[in-house]
């Protein structure tokens, strides 16, 4: 079973820095996507940033420019680098794991997500 296991998180004031980190334990397939999502209190989870099989990154226009989303292939972890955080960026934040799908490949890519980490930032 393919386990995700998000780390990092916490507290911090506006204009400071967290920095999250994702792993996925026995994948079972080839990778299609990572990336880490949010949702903050009374809404929908939302797309933060992804990272595709081929390289590619998107950020949500909300935080281009601040965060930052790198990959350690060696160790299979997704870093997402938070900077100039604002109370916006509150919320909990999932991290996941879209692997080929044997049917439908990466069109429909089997999803797995984290149990999520809860971002705080405040004065």
């Known amino acids: 079973q393919v386990q995700v296991v998000e780390s990092g998180g916490g507290s911090a004031q506006p204009g400071g820095s967290l920095k999250l980190s994702c792993t996925a334990i026995n994948r079972t397939s080839v990778t299609c996507e990572l990336g880490w999502y949010r949702q903050a209190p009374g809404k929908e989870r939302d797309l933060v940033s992804t990272i595709s099989s081929s390289g590619t990154i998107t950020y949500a226009d909300s935080v281009k420019g601040r965060f930052t989303l790198s990959q350690d292939p060696l160790k299979k972890t997704l870093h997402l680098q938070m900077n100039s955080l604002k109370t916006e960026d509150t919320g909990e934040y999932y991290c996941?794991?879209?692997?080929?799908?044997?049917?439908?490949?990466?069109?429909?890519?089997?999803?797995?997500w984290g149990q999520g980490t809860q971002v705080t930032v405040s004065s």
């Open positions: 996941v794991v879209r692997l080929w799908d044997p049917a439908f490949g990466c069109t429909r890519p089997r999803e797995y």
